[in-house]
């Protein structure tokens, strides 16, 4: 049974770096494409980036240049550094593994960002 979980939330001041990490154990890490999604309060979840089996990096517009995926497959982790944090950033982040038709999610770790 694969699970994803993530930690690395927290509060952080406007301006401020946070890095979040989704371990995921249960099956072979390196085959999954992995995502980092976010849900801010009172609105749907969205996605931010995602990172390929490739190592090929995208990410939402309002992200770039301020957060970094990456992964490493030898601790079947894959991370989010965010730097430059803003308010609008608060939100609950979920990781996701994707591989075929196989879906997974982590349980969330909050991110607040407030002076």
């Known amino acids: 049974q694969v699970q994803l979980v993530e930690s690395g939330g927290g509060l952080v001041q406007p301006g401020g770096s946070l890095k979040l990490t989704c371990a995921l154990s249960?099956?072979?890490?390196?085959?999954?494409?992995m995502a980092w999604y976010r849900q801010a309060p009172g609105k749907q979840r969205k996605w931010a980036t995602t990172?390929?089996?490739?190592?090929?990096?995208t990410y939402v517009d309002s992200v770039k240049g301020r957060f970094t995926i990456s992964r490493d497959n030898d601790k079947n982790t894959v991370y989010l550094q965010m730097d430059s944090l803003k308010p609008e950033d608060t939100a609950v982040y979920y990781c996701k593994a994707v591989f075929g038709s196989s879906l997974y999610w982590g349980q969330g770790t909050q991110v607040t960002v407030s002076s």
């Open positions: 990172i390929m089996r490739s190592g090929t990096k």
């Open positions: 249960g099956d072979v890490f390196s085959i999954y494409t």
